[in-house]
């Protein structure tokens, strides 16, 4: 099993609730979101919303990011635990956007340029340069995103926010319209990214169980209940406890196929 210990809070989502006109879309939405701490190992937090289609993943999301105002209750982030702000969470939507106009290695420029500190062009060639090596982008950045496949403007628009330096990353379904090995990729992208800072926290917005599963520590599952209107947190999902996060393999073990199906018939 592995050790590790939940510390500062990170992200309080307190009684969320959103209304149009008189539909209710969110109902008292509560969850709370932890450092996760490991002897020895850098790690940061990845985190899932599960629902299905419909259920209101998208509008949480951009509440989450400050983007548009719950008809009432809170988020608060950071270890001071202030409101949310527009750009103070990256933001990967469920269709993308690059400037179609400015080449890959200009998208990325923008955010470095977006950071909140003076980076020279010198220091800007040498992260970009570093990232696109790492994430197979190097022969790219010279072209402009509409010639690039769709897997590869997600890995460059998943960068773009990183270099923003925000250390919460909300991603709408960055699974969606992926091949399985394409998937696989993103995955590693990920992991990596939430591995490169402790306080790193990635928040991902899916209907892809399996794939999003695979990355979490944890889920929130958000669905309806019998007689009441407008979805809510129904269950977390601790895979640390379960023993399966943090495991490249776990998409093949049996408990974790059980757990998968367990929550496909919960939304
Ligand atoms: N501006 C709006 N005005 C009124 N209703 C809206 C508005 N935007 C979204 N909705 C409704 O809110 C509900 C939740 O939508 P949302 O986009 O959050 O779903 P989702 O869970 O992200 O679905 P998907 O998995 O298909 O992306 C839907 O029923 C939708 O019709
Ligand atoms: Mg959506």
Same mark, same amino acid.
């Given at each position: ?8 809070? +990170? ?177 590693? +992208? +990920? ?77």
């Amino acid at each position: 099993m592995n050790t590790y210990k939940k510390e500062g809070l +990170l992200l309080k989502a307190t009684n969320i609730n959103l209304k149009y006109d008189t539909r209710q879309i969110l109902r008292d939405v509560n969850f709370e979101i932890f450092d996760v701490v490991r002897p020895n190992i850098l790690q940061g937090q990845v985190v899932s919303l599960i629902g299905r289609s419909g259920i209101g993943k998208t509008q949480l999301f951009r509440i989450l990011a400050g983007l548009i105002e719950p008809t009432s209750g809170t988020v608060t982030i950071g270890l001071d635990q202030k409101p949310v702000k527009p750009g103070e969470v990256g933001v990967i939507p469920q269709n993308y956007i690059l400037f179609n106009h400015r080449t890959i290695y200009n998208n990325l420029r923008i955010g470095l340029s977006n950071c909140g500190k003076p980076v020279s062009d010198k220091e800007a060639e040498d992260i970009i340069g570093n990232y696109a090596k790492k994430f197979e982008l190097q022969d790219h950045l010279k072209k402009f995103p509409a010639q690039l496949s769709g897997g590869q403007r997600q890995r460059v628009s998943i960068i773009q926010q990183v270099l923003t330096g925000n250390k919460f990353i909300l991603l709408d379904e960055p699974f969606s319209g992926l091949d399985p090995v394409m998937k696989d990729k993103v995955d590693e +992208l +990920l992991l990596q990214i939430s591995n490169m800072n402790e306080e790193n926290t990635l928040i991902i917005v899916s209907h892809d169980i399996i794939n999003t599963l695979a990355l979490s520590d944890t889920a929130f599952i958000l669905a309806g209940e019998k007689g009441k209107e407008g979805a809510t947190i129904t269950e977390v999902i601790d895979l640390m406890d379960l023993g399966f996060a943090w495991n490249p393999h776990i998409k093949a073990d049996h408990h974790f196929q059980d757990l998968v199906i367990d929550i496909k018939s919960k939304i």
